[in-house]
């Protein structure tokens, strides 16, 4: 049987990955505290197109009795290195464990906050709070280019890239990992848009589901992710245990708006300059400008932009107006295009101060059509449990006959209550087919639970929360795991784009 795990935490501020700056911080070496970390705690969950995507959290309590982890201590070797944005990374080890990896991640984030409290009549300490690689989503706006019959996978790992979440390996990135995906959304475009509202509209197109994993992945999940896979422990004891099954769950009226539009045929002007713009000699200015409708003036994407012509797109004269010298000759123009918008650069050659005249941005609008609504109910459900609706709006869903699988896909799912179940394990570190249970929970996991004496369980299980919870004090430490769960849904249902489930046999029916 292995040894109780030695936990780690290591800071990078350079991201040099072969010399981290800052030293381990281990404890729970043999029972005794060898650092001065006092303890750590890490909550992690899933989002969905029921529950809203946000960063993971954790936070660390340290010994800060000399003073060494101050952020304004000048004297302190950690000064300047442990401040705000500095990576984190927390890990358990296990002596002796066969099998399988030694280093079992459980946070990768960077820091937001370092709190000392110095007064003497309390123990000095210093808590550090962290956030995992979404906050990145959560702080950061985008503007898109326009995507046109585009896989939803990719559109999502395009979204995760803009934000610097890429697809490398190694301590210094944040990384995403995207499951194969064969939904195609017609239109898509994003214009000024906070990036992890965009992650979470992707995610509800198509009742994808997305999280952080402990190394760090950002990881966008196919909507039957839940229904693969084999338990990765099983469980029939557990520090506390809370079960319910209610139906706040259930829905058995779906109704999903979506949002076609069309291409126009012509090339027409989408956006302007109202008003004259100064252009001192040997210089430039730089604008935006929104695509606007030419049929009701809503703002609009658009597609097939045409890169402006002096003379024809736009003119500067010496004279606001137009009077005075044409200097168009001697204007250059640039503009970069998105999704709805562009940024438009003008430079000024000539010797004289000179006045934009005109300027104009041409294309072909993406038009919006009349809104796509539909609804399903089902009666039996509504007869027990009464009317249970559920609604949103999407506008990557275009296609009617997507929207009616997808509506019947959550009236499938959430028509029935499901079980809610909550269990806590303390200290166990038992070795199963080299795996050590509690330090390698990640999210998603099919784990099986049994507890047949009083709640009459045993089934799998779908990890959809995990909090860790470390701490040391005097009588030893302890390591609590809790995790939310959800119950195992096998639906029977034919999925044509899946390798195992798209195998039709006797007890399957036509899937979404």
Known sequence: MPTFPTYSIKWNATGDTAAPIGSFLNFGVAGTKASDVLAFSISRGIGDVFTGLQPGECEIVLDNFAGAYSPANATSSYYNVLRPGVQVYIYGEVTGEVGADLEHELFFGSIDEIRVRPELDAPRQVTIRCRDGLKFLQDKTITTSMFISYNIGSLASAVLSLCNIRGDVGFSEFTQA?????????????????ALGVLQEIAEAGGYKSYVDGAGVVRFRNRYFDQEGAAAASYNNFFSMDYARSDESVYNRIQITGQPRERSSSVSTLAWVTTPVEITASAGVGFFLTYLDPTNSEPVFADTMVLPVNSSDYTTNTQSGGGGTDRT?????SVTFFGGSA???????????????KFQVRGQPIQRKPNITVEVNDSSSQ????LKAFSFENNLIAEQFFLEDYADFIRLRNRE???????????DFS???GAVRMVSFELAQLIHIREPDNLGINGLY???????????????????VKLDLDAFRDQKNLILDHATFGVLDGDRQLGF
């Open 178 to 194: 995207v499951d194969d995906i064969n939904d195609v959304t017609v239109f898509a475009s994003f214009d000024r848009r906070e």
């Open 329 to 333: 000759a001697t204007t250059s123009a």
């Open 343 to 357: 940024v438009c650069s003008l430079f000024n050659g000539s010797g004289d101060t000179v006045y934009l005249n």
């Open 383 to 386: 007869l027990v449990y009464g």
């Open 417 to 427: 209550p499901s079980d809610a179940l909550s269990v806590v394990i303390r200290n």
């Open 431 to 433: 070795d199963i087919a």
């Open 462 to 480: 779908s990890i959809r929360g995990l909090e860790h919870s470390v701490q040391f004090n005097e009588a030893g430490w302890i390591h609590e």
